[in-house]
């Protein structure tokens, strides 16, 4: 008897774990059929929400036509403004290069002024060391003839 108990009880055991495996299938079968009727409804209202009349599609046209027209205008605007600034860049570049040219060339010009006043002090030394060499050949050739 004890024998017959167990088996009984093995066999409730397996029959209620059956049905929650049933049931569980069941659920998802059902939980598939009303996903599947929601995507269908969807479908079919976004069909009834599409159906557009002539007019409105002329309407939408013209909005979007009219926007393209509208963003070109803007890019044709930018792209312009760019341009200004990349020539005023350039202008700035070259007016900045332009006062780093006057600059050195007033500094050559400063240095070339100030070569010709060494080279002329250096003229006047020279005449003036030249008057002192002769004095003094001329004071030695005294010196000589007084011995």
Known sequence: MAYEEEEEEENEEVTYNELIINEEEEEEENEEVTYN???????????E?????????????EKYNSMITSLK???KTL?????EL?????????????????????EVAHLEEEN??????????KKTFSKF?????KLENLLRMQK
């Open 133 to 137: 060499s002769s004095s003094s050949e």
């Open 73 to 75: 205008k803007k890019v």
């Open 86 to 106: 990349k020539t005023i860049d350039l202008t700035k570049e070259i007016n900045s290069k332009d006062v780093e040219i006057d600059f050195i060339e007033n």
């Open 49 to 61: 929400n599409e159906e557009v009349t002539y007019n409105e599609l002329i309407i939408t046209c």
């Open 79 to 83: 792209t312009n403004e760019n341009d």
């Open 116 to 125: 010709k006043n060494l080279k002329v002090e250096i003229e006047a030394i």
């Open 37 to 47: 009727e929601l995507i269908i409804n969807e479908e079919e209202e976004e069909e």
